[in-house]
T-cell receptor, first 114, second 110 residues
């Protein structure tokens, strides 16, 4: 299995621009999670989906952030407009059939907003 | 404020030495997990401890869950350069979403 796939691996953009991060979960996994990792705040859960439906988005920092999962094999996290404080590594993870099962993380997207 | 406090934040030791990393909380967890994250990669699950007082061993790594299920430790015996990485503990308060500690960066010098 290819594992969780994320793209791009690195993104550099200017403040005010729209940024779209992409994730392909492991095939057959029902849960998909978006995390953000920074030195200051560590690894934080932003939102998670079950069977393509957003269940809990309480970790999304503000309205500039949105996430979608149009089908079982694809999800996006969008930031519009981006700000320098959004600079972080964004991880996507998936798990098989429950919140309690092992989460498998992708390699992350390193975002730098200038 | 982190739900899970990890200490120390950084640890640098010589190959062959032992080390211990701690994960503490005032909350009770149904289970605690330990992950290792290498540069440029996502965290990878090492172990899950479920029962208070439980001890699990993974080669040179020993994981312990506190009796009250509020804390955990990771001990590495005879550390090797391949053990270098960010070690994260994570728990589920009320068996819900996974909450991560800030991590301990371990560097093992050859």
């Amino acid at each position: 299995d290819a594992g969780v796939i994320q793209s791009p691996r690195h993104e550099v953009t200017e403040m005010g621009q729209e940024v779209t991060l992409r994730c392909k979960p492991i095939s057959g996994h029902d849960y998909l999670f978006w995390y953000r990792q920074t030195m200051m705040r560590g690894l934080e859960l932003l939102i998670y989906f079950n069977n393509n439906v957003p269940i809990d988005d309480s970790g999304m920092p503000e309205d500039r952030f949105s996430a979608k999962m149009p089908n079982a094999s694809f999800s996006t996290l969008k930031i519009q407009p981006s700000e320098p404080r959004d600079s972080a590594v964004y991880f996507c993870a998936s798990s098989l059939s429950s919140l309690q099962e092992t989460q498998y993380f992708g390699p992350g997207t390193r975002l730098l907003v200038l | 404020t982190q739900l899970l406090e990890q200490s120390p934040q950084f640890l640098s030791i010589q190959e062959g030495e032992n080390l211990t990393v701690y994960c503490n909380s005032s909350s009770v967890f149904s289970s605690l997990q330990w992950y290792r994250q290498e540069p440029g990669e996502g965290p990878v699950l090492l172990v899950t401890v479920v029962t208070g007082g439980e001890v699990k061993k993974l080669k040179r790594l020993t994981f312990q869950f506190g009796d009250a299920r509020k804390d955990s430790s990771l001990h590495i015996t005879a550390a090797q350069p391949g053990d270098t990485g960010l070690y994260l503990c994570a728990g589920r308060p009320n068996d819900y979403k996974l909450s991560f500690g800030a991590g301990t960066t371990v560097t093992v010098r050859a």
